[in-house]
C-alpha cells in the first residue's frame, strides 16, 4: 500500500530556475510531512518538514506547500543550484511518530 | 564524529547464510529504526526500538531480528539469507517519540548494500 506517492521518477531544471517537487499520500491520518535528500551512496539526509497546522514552511532556499484538502505536498527550491542535484525523498508520518511512510524519491538534475 | 553509522557498508553473502549489520548512533537519540530500500527505491521500515523496546514490526519474515545492546545500537540480524533480501538496508535514529519538535526528523546512516548471491 503505496500511502505516499511520488509520480514523477525525475525532473531536470536549469541552474537558476525554480524546482518544484511534487508528493502525494492518502492517508488522512498524516500530520507531519518531511522532505529527505540522498546523493549516490550516502543516506538520506533530512531538509524540511512541516506540521498539518501549517500550509507552508520556508528554509532559505527551500520552502514546503501543504495543501491538506488535496492531501498534497510540494517542495519548491530556488533558485536551483547543481550541488542540488540529488534524489529528493517526501516522507509522512502520524501522531505515533514511529510510522514514517516515504514515497520512492524524484531524481532532480540541475543543469548549468 | 559521524552522527549514524553502519558496518559493513557492502555485505556479499551466499543464501542460506547468517549475517549481521551494525548500527551506531552517537546523538543521544532515544529511538532507531531500520529500513529496507527495495528495487524500485522505497524506504520501508523494519523496525524501530525505543528504549531496548520494540515498538514496530512492519510485516517483516522472523528471519529478520533487531538487537540492541544499548540505546546508541541497533543491531540487525538475517538468518537463512534468500535471494529477494538484496537491498540497500539504512539504520537511522531520532530523538524521542513523544513530542513534534523533533520526533519525526530521523538521521540516516550511509545504508549497507546487500547483495546475496
Known amino acids: 500500500d503505496q500511502q505516499v506517492k511520488q509520480n514523477s521518477p525525475s525532473l531536470s531544471v536549469q541552474e537558476g530556475r525554480i524546482s518544484i517537487l511534487n508528493c502525494d499520500y492518502t492517508?488522512?491520518?498524516?500530520?507531519?510531512f518531511l522532505w529527505y535528500k540522498k546523493y549516490p551512496a550516502e543516506g538520506p539526509t533530512f531538509l524540511i518538514s512541516?506540521?498539518?497546522?501549517?500550509d507552508k514552511n520556508e528554509d532559505g532556499r527551500f520552502t514546503v506547500f501543504l495543501n491538506k484538502s488535496a492531501k498534497h505536498l510540494s517542495l519548491h527550491i530556488v533558485p536551483s543550484q547543481p550541488g542540488d542535484s540529488a534524489v529528493y525523498f517526501c516522507?509522512?508520518?502520524?501522531?505515533?511518530?514511529?510510522?514514517?511512510?516515504f514515497g520512492a524519491g524524484t531524481r532532480l538534475t540541475v543543469k548549468p | 564524529d559521524t552522527a549514524v553509522s553502519q558496518t559493513p557498508k557492502y555485505l556479499v553473502t551466499q543464501m542460506g547464510n547468517d549475517k549481521s549489520i551494525k548500527c551506531e548512533q552517537n546523538?543521544?537519540?532515544?529511538?532507531m529504526y531500520w529500513y529496507k530500500q527495495d528495487s524500485k527505491k522505497f524506504l520501508k521500515i523494519m523496525f524501530s526500538?525505543?528504549?531496548?523496546?520494540?515498538?514496530i514490526n512492519e510485516t517483516v519474515p522472523n528471519r529478520f531480528s533487531p538487537k540492541s545492546p544499548d540505546k546508541a545500537h541497533l543491531n540487525l540480524h538475517i538468518n537463512s539469507l534468500e535471494l529477494g533480501d538484496s537491498a540497500v538496508y539504512f539504520c537511522?535514529?531520532?530523538?524521542?517519540?513523544?513530542?513534534?519538535?523533533?520526533?519525526?526528523?530521523?538521521?540516516f546512516g550511509p545504508g549497507t548494500r546487500l547483495t546475496v548471491l
Open positions: 526500538y525505543n528504549n531496548k523496546e520494540l515498538i
Open positions: 492517508n488522512s491520518m498524516f500530520d507531519y
Open positions: 537511522a535514529s531520532s530523538p524521542t517519540l513523544r513530542g513534534r519538535e523533533s520526533t519525526d526528523t530521523q538521521y
Open positions: 546523538l543521544g537519540h532515544d529511538t
Open positions: 516522507a509522512a508520518s502520524t501522531r505515533r511518530g514511529s510510522d514514517m511512510r
Open positions: 512541516i506540521s498539518s497546522i501549517k
